[in-house]
Each structure stands twice: as structure tokens, then as C-alpha cells.
């Protein structure tokens, strides 16, 4: 198969590479592209060293399939003429989750909806969500979903290179005093935020994403997503993004309403054997960071009332929530006769 990697640089980038090597994707050729200030850099893929193309410049013919991760301005420029190339295009970015000629899909609850792919794009869902489909799917499958309630926990990886690093920063420079912030309660000044609202070291922020009237982008798109991935247009979906002081893996809080009663008991059966998913006494987003699976534990009845369910899961947002379904989804186009 021949391969195209956009944003390869980028932290989604490099973990698409890695995820196609280890998960033995049958590669012929592997061509990498980003911005024009990384070409000329090389990328590692399976020991040997591959230059970086600029994206806008190059030309895809003759790819099979190109994997997209460089945002969603580059990618409503550069995804249908890479497309009218010949390469189907797997996207990770918002550009076309909301578009109805591009299906909306994690691996494991809709690949059906590959069957059709009318502009040659396939979207990816945002990282939140796709930690949460693989325990919603089965859920809903037997009990029918009414409502969603979602407290999120996300990382600061979700915002990328430069969330990682103001993390990274904010945390060196308090030093001793993270000890008086710890002892005396006090406030500690970490400098000025530059990719968060406020500080995030030693602090929680309940706002990810640029707020759109009353909610956040983030928050929308939970609700959006889930609702096509679910094949479920009127889901009453409530949502509250919270970013937290964590490197990788986000967790989500949920509260789930169905038709019919769903029994903790019965919730942990289902979830067993549901694919892409592995129970945790105590998820965490340390226990999910580097790993596929989205772990999921806390099940319990949510409240008296039948109907409700309480779960609360965790996943690498950035192998699961964007690298790894993206190859997943390769893999099922292989499977289903469309690439090779």
C-alpha cells in the first residue's frame, strides 16, 4: 500500500507513523508532508528515515490513502484536491465530522458506514468522543440511549505541542513554591497562559475549546459526533469540557439514560466483550496513556430511578482518540475491498 502521512511532525503525526508500524500495516511506500518550516526534516518510519514533503506543494498522485492530521483550515484546503488526486483521505481534524457525504466513524461501532463514501473523505471523531463510543455503542444496543450527560477530563495534549509545553513550563517554574501552594494554601503565580483561558498547573480550566454561544466548540462537537455515530439525530446530549493538569489520556464522566432499565451487572457483561474496550477497577488516564483499549469502570446505577447508569472511562486521546482509529479505519477499508 501506498501511504501519505499529513502532519507528520505534529504529536497525532508521529503517532501515526508509530501506530502503522505496529500495528504491521502493509506499507510499500510511506511518504510524510507538513508545513512548509518542516520540510526538508526527516521523519523515522520502520528504520529508515523519510523526508518530510511540504503538503501544500506536493503533489498525491498515486497514493492509495492518505492520513490526515494538520488541522482543519489545511484540511478543508488540501483534502478534496488530494482526494480528485486518487487517495482516499482519513481526516483528523473538525473540517468534515458535520459534512453528510463524509462518514463519521470509529472502528468499532460503525465501520458499516464506509460503504459509501461519496467525496473520497472519511472523517475521524474528535478524541472525547471516540474515548466514549466504544462503551456507549453496546450500551445502547441493548438498553436504547435516551440521554447523555459527559463531564470531560481532557489532557493538555489535546491541544497539542503547545499545551503539552505550557504544562511543561508552568510546572518547572513554580518549583518551591508548588510546596507553599501545597502547605499554606496560597496562590502561586505561574506566569502568564497562553493556550489555556488560566493556568493549568495545579488547576483545573472548565473550558476547552473557544466558547460558541453559551458552550464551548468541544462541547458541541460531543454532542454532534455522538449523535451521527450513533445514528441517533434527537440524542438529548449535556456536556461540560474541563481541561485538567495531565500530559495524555482523557477521561470522561458519564451519566447514561436508556429506555429500558440497564443493570450495572448487566452493563459489565455487555461490556466484557465489547471490542476496544477493557474493564478497570479505577481508570485512569495514566493506566490508558500508550495503550488502545478505552478503559471503563465505576459502573454503577446513577440516582434511584431505573434507566440510568453511571460510568466513567479513560483513553489515549492521542493514539485511540485520533492515531489509532484513523489506521483502524484503513484497516476496514482494506477488509471491505476498497484500498488494495
Not at 9 to 36: C, H, I, K, N, Y
Not at 54 to 68: K, N, R
Not at 283 to 309: C, K, M
Request: overall charge negative; hydrophobic content about 45%; charged content about 20%.
Amino acid at each position: 500500500m501506498r501511504i501519505g502521512v499529513v502532519g507528520a511532525t505534529g504529536l497525532v503525526g508521529g503517532q501515526l507513523l508509530r501506530t502503522l508500524e505496529d500495528r504491521g500495516f502493509p506499507t510499500g511506500e510511506l511518504r510524510a508532508f507538513a508545513s512548509a518550516r518542516s520540510a526538508g526534516r526527516a521523519v523515522p518510519y520502520r528504520g529508515v528515515e523519510v523526508l518530510v514533503e511540504e503538503a501544500t506543494e506536493a503533489s498525491y498522485e498515486g497514493l492509495d490513502v492518505v492520513l490526515m492530521s494538520a488541522g482543519a483550515t489545511l484540511s478543508r484546503q488540501l483534502a478534496p484536491g488530494i482526494a480528485a488526486q486518487g487517495p482516499l483521505v482519513i481526516d483528523n481534524s473538525s473540517a468534515w465530522r458535520n459534512d453528510p457525504e463524509v462518514p463519521l466513524v470509529v472502528a468499532e461501532v460503525n465501520a458499516a458506514a464506509l460503504a459509501e463514501i461519496p467525496k473520497g473523505i472519511v472523517a475521524n471523531p474528535n478524541c472525547t468522543t471516540m474515548v466514549c463510543m466504544p462503551v456507549v455503542a453496546p450500551l445502547h444496543a441493548e438498553a436504547g440511549l435516551v440521554r447523555i450527560v459527559a463531564s470531560t477530563y481532557q489532557a493538555v495534549s489535546g491541544a497539542g505541542i503547545d499545551g503539552v509545553g505550557e504544562l511543561a513550563v508552568q510546572v518547572a517554574s513554580a518549583g518551591e513554591k508548588a510546596r507553599e501552594l501545597a502547605w499554606a494554601g496560597d496562590s502561586v503565580d505561574l506566569g502568564r497562559a497562553r493556550v489555556f483561558p488560566q493556568p493549568i498547573a495545579f488547576n483545573v480550566v472548565p473550558q476547552a475549546g473557544s466558547f460558541v454561544d453559551d458552550e464551548t466548540d468541544e462541547e458541541k462537537k460531543f454532542r454532534n459526533e455522538s449523535r451521527r455515530i450513533l445514528a441517533l439525530p434527537d440524542l438529548d446530549v449535556s456536556c461540560t469540557c474541563v481541561r485538567v493538569p495531565v500530559f495524555t489520556g482523557h477521561s470522561v464522566s458519564l451519566v447514561l439514560e436508556t429506555s429500558s432499565d440497564l443493570a450495572p451487572e448487566r452493563a459489565v457483561e455487555l461490556l466484557t466483550s465489547a471490542p476496544g474496550v477493557e474493564l478497570a477497577e479505577v481508570p485512569t488516564p495514566l493506566l490508558s496513556a500508550g495503550r488502545d483499549p478505552t478503559y471503563v469502570g465505576r459502573i454503577r446505577r446513577a440516582g434511584d430511578r431505573p434507566g440510568r447508569l453511571a460510568v466513567f472511562v479513560s483513553g489515549d486521546n492521542l493514539r485511540k482518540g485520533a492515531a489509532l482509529n484513523a489506521v483502524q479505519i484503513a484497516e476496514a477499508l482494506v477488509a471491505q475491498g476498497k484500498l488494495g
